[in-house]
């Protein structure tokens, strides 16, 4: 008998695989008597540990639900970190960004792009029998946003305490900044607990429909910042900081720019609960914003007339602020040392 995480996947968007720390049930199967392929509707998630059979004797069975969850949520970051990769790879190249480059980018992007589909969805901790795929054994538990966030800074920690050994880390010399090995990302994310928190609470910027858009975004720059001012000239922690630095100027230090980031981002008179701190003082609006423009500088103009941005409009927001804040954690991410 496996343990295992089984996930509800149909019309999912991410494949299986067959990793160093996990594997993932392939989308497809074929049928015995038609020989035809059909789309699972439920797949097994398989953490490969040595002492995989004795999780939830150790830990017990929500926190061993949790550990699946968290080691599924680094997967689909890994997934989502290769589309960035691909989607920004012009504006990567660049000595340095401009946020006239970023805003260019917006107008074609697509943060659905980045949405697999999996996370979220239902799941059941259970124990299967490889060979046959018979199900023996099912234990259902609530995601719990918070435990699976306090596990993805904890983790070695937890498992050590509780007389599990931690994960095997993968040599990656001269391999720092390899984006295309799902297992070396992933191993970064195990073994830097600050990168496996940042990667963790990153997953969840993949819709524009997400009432906490804003507040994760905010922590993540406000979290690298003060990363790479703590850390940024520690050779043993981090390579060369200077585009990511130049990245978080704009959003942070430039007088012109920083308005379209965290002016916004605290303006809690025109957005309520969608910004980052709530207060008794709420701005009312006097009508919807009809404008066709997609300009940052337009739409700024059209909240502060107290005009609520249109769909179009707060698309190109969203799509501004994702593309920006994926820059930032590429250079993060390429350039923290794992440890």
Known sequence: MVLGLKTRSFGTRLEGIDTYF??????????????????????????KH?????????????????????????????????VLVSKLKE?????FVT???????????????????????????????????RFEHYSEHEENQIQSLLFSMNLKTILQKHNIQFFKPINIENEEKTTGNINLLV??????????????????????????????????????????????????????????????????????????????FNDSSNFGFL?????????????ISTNKTMNFEKIVTEIANKRVPNIDELRHMYNVWHITVCLILFEWFTNRKTQ
């Open 275 to 287: 910004s980052r701190h709530g207060k008794q003082f709420l701005a009312e609006m006097v009508d």
């Open 91 to 95: 504006l990567n190249k660049k000595r």
């Open 50 to 82: 040595p002492q995989r059979n004795e999780f939830i004797s150790l830990l017990g069975e929500q926190n061993t639900y949790v550990m699946h969850r968290l080691l599924l949520s680094y997967f689909e970051s890994s997934i989502m970190f290769q």
């Open 187 to 264: 191993n970064k994310m195990l073994q830097n607990r600050e990168v496996g928190m940042v990667m963790h609470s990153w997953r969840k910027l993949n819709n524009i429909n997400s009432t906490d858009f804003i507040p994760v975004i905010s922590n993540i720059i406000e979290y690298i910042k003060k990363d790479v001012t703590d850390n940024g000239t520690n050779p043993d922690k981090f390579n060369d900081t200077s585009k990511l630095e130049h990245l978080l100027s704009i959003t942070m230090d430039n007088k012109k720019e920083k308005k379209y980031f965290f002016k916004i």
């Open 99 to 133: 946020f006239q480059d970023i805003e260019s980018k917006a107008l074609e992007y697509n943060i659905s792009d980045y949405n697999f589909l999996i996370y979220d969805r239902n799941s059941i901790l259970t124990e299967v029998d490889i060979h046959t795929k």
């Open 22 to 47: 996990f594997s993932y049930e392939s989308k497809w199967d074929t049928d015995y008597f038609t020989d035809h392929d059909f789309e699972n509707n439920e797949r097994l998630f398989i953490i």
